[in-house]
């Protein structure tokens, strides 16, 4: 399950983990214009863990995902 909020700076979409135990921490996701944030609690720290991607790491992420296993650099083409 999973949910999508649209705020004034950033678009939020939190990541419910359902089905059999054990189950993770629900995970935050929320997207600026500048980079992308993922928080999750760890409830061995008591604290919640946060993790920012540049918007160059969000597209190879993106890439990533339909690639095979390798080594890749990515062309960016020069904005207009």
């Known amino acids: 399950m999973f949910t999508i909020e649209h705020e004034f700076d950033a ?23 500048e980079c992308v944030t993922l928080e999750q609690f760890n409830p061995r720290t008591d604290q919640m863990q946060k993790i920012t991607l540049s918007m160059a790491q969000i597209h190879d992420l993106a890439a990533a995902l339909d690639l095979p296993e390798g080594v890749y650099r990515l062309r960016r083409e020069a904005a207009d």
């Open 11 to 33: 678009t939020v979409v939190t990541l419910v983990d359902e089905g059999e135990a054990p189950l993770q921490e629900d995970l935050t996701i929320s997207a600026f214009s």
